[in-house]
């Protein structure tokens, strides 16, 4: 039978640590490498993970798992063995991978975030671009006042500078938008709807939730969006002449027949 001693060099690290346990794992190690207490960005974590792989002598972050699981096994026959400077070694060893694993998913998670933001970036300044080419020689009109409000909103979310500063000044301009669906004869229910969750919006200062009743507002009151349409159509062509007089191949089958395979092959002559 396990004695105290033997126990209690396992007891202190179980897989599974909840993330307030693996926050302060992470502040300690990475507050270690520094005396000046600053934040590290995301360049630096990434070079502080290095070298603790490095130190680990774990050559992929991906390992990581593994190696830990086989640490975990090893202990686990020191202790059976009563070789307990053994077991010891190795639970030092052990604490400094679980530190370099969470690291590591701490890595991982801050750069899909920051893939997720500058896609978001990337898609409001399109967004945005389109707006103003669509709101050129547009008269007046119910779908010209909603693309406005848009273009403000899509403003805020890229802190460009922007005239409309007042939430007052939006409300203002949302009822006035309001009354010329009205006149427009093309309000519904729905549409009473997404004002009242607009006017939400506007209140929270959610920017990016108002876009989307906009959108929403904007789908109701115009059927078909032409300019669009007919941005879709130049791309259509543009693609259409890339592949003019060009050999096409099509490949037809089953998931799993080797369609990808055969293409990478293709690619590789």
Not at 32 to 42: E, I, N
Not at 169 to 182: A, D, F, M, R, W
Request: glycine content about 2%; aromatic content about 6%; charged content about 30%.
């Amino acid at each position: 039978m396990m004695d105290n001693c033997h126990q209690s060099i396992l007891s202190d690290y179980k897989p599974n640590r909840n993330s307030t346990e693996q926050n302060e794992t992470i502040s300690t190690m990475i507050s270690s490498t520094t005396t000046d207490g600053k934040t590290f960005d995301l360049c630096e974590q990434e070079n502080i993970l290095t070298d603790q792989l490095e130190k680990c002598k774990v050559k992929d972050a991906t390992h990581l798992s593994e190696r830990i699981k086989r640490t975990y096994q090893r202990i686990d026959s020191y202790i059976r063995e009563d070789r307990i400077e053994e077991a010891e070694q190795e639970r030092k060893y052990l604490n400094e991978l679980e530190q370099t694993q969470i690291l590591h998913e701490q890595v991982v998670f801050q750069k899909s975030n920051r893939y997720q933001k500058n896609t978001l970036v990337e898609n409001n300044r399109s967004d945005l671009k389109n707006l103003r080419d669509d709101l050129t020689d547009m008269p007046y009109c119910a779908e010209k006042m909603t693309m406005e409000l848009l273009v403000y909103f899509h403003q805020r979310l890229l802190d460009e500078f922007i005239f409309l500063e007042t939430s007052d000044s939006v409300i203002q301009k949302l009822g006035e938008l309001k009354t010329q669906i009205q006149n427009e004869e093309l309000f519904s229910e729905e549409i009473r709807t997404y004002f009242d969750d607009l006017n939400r919006n506007i209140y929270n200062e959610d920017c990016s939730s108002a876009v989307n009743m906009l959108n929403n507002i904007l789908r109701k009151i115009r059927p078909l969006h032409l300019q669009e349409i007919q941005r879709l159509i130049e791309k259509m062509e543009k693609t259409a002449e890339l592949i003019r007089n060009k050999d096409i191949v099509l490949l037809i089958g089953v998931t799993g027949c080797g369609k990808s395979t055969t293409v990478q092959s293709y690619r590789n002559v």
